[in-house]
């Protein structure tokens, strides 16, 4: 099972858990793109998956990221 859909199933009592990672999801994606550790195909796949993920995240629990934050991740 992805971390995603952990996330996509997550019960309200998993939001607090769901907003703490949101950072490290946001570095890993930043780090892909600062220097990253694999090429091609497989950066790409990678970026993907940390995309969907921090989009499943604000889907859960958007309403608790402050206006300026939700604006720099998009």
């Known amino acids: 099972m992805t971390m995603t859909?952990?996330?996509q199933h997550c019960c309200a009592e998993?939001?607090?858990l769901v907003y703490n990672l949101i950072l490290p999801a946001?570095?890993?994606l930043e780090e892909t793109v600062k220097s990253p550790q694999t090429t091609g195909e497989k950066l790409k796949t990678?970026?993907?998956?940390l995309?969907?993920?921090i989009q499943v995240q604000l889907v859960k629990i958007g309403e608790r990221v402050a206006p300026d934050m939700g604006k720099n991740i998009i």
């Open 26 to 28: 946001l570095q890993a």
């Open 5 to 7: 859909t952990v996330i």
């Open 14 to 16: 998993s939001h607090d």
């Open 46 to 49: 990678q970026q993907d998956l």
């Open 51 to 53: 995309c969907g993920l």
